[in-house]
């Protein structure tokens, strides 16, 4: 769950981003996509962290 909520955090952050850089619609999905695919990967290491200190 926490992997998805980043994700999409992170492609409404890169969206907000590109949008401000007044880039064109590619440019926007590019950086949300390319933010979401890091905020996953951050959001993994965080569950993984997350499950290791409970059980």
Same mark, same amino acid.
């Given at each position: 769950? $926490? !992997?998805?909520?980043?994700?999409? $955090?992170? %492609? !409404?952050? *890169?969206?907000? &981003?590109? #949008? #401000?850089?007044?880039? #064109? ?6 950086? %949300? %996509?390319?933010? %979401?695919?890091?905020?996953? $990967?951050? *959001? ?5 962290? !997350?499950?290791?200190? !409970? &059980?």
């Amino acid at each position: 769950m $926490i !992997v998805l909520a980043s994700g999409l $955090i992170g %492609a !409404v952050l *890169g969206y907000l &981003t590109a #949008k #401000k850089r007044r880039g #064109k619609g590619l440019d926007m999905a590019q950086y %949300a %996509a390319g933010y %979401a695919i890091a905020f996953m $990967i951050l *959001g993994l290491f965080l569950t993984l962290i !997350v499950e290791r200190l !409970v &059980t």
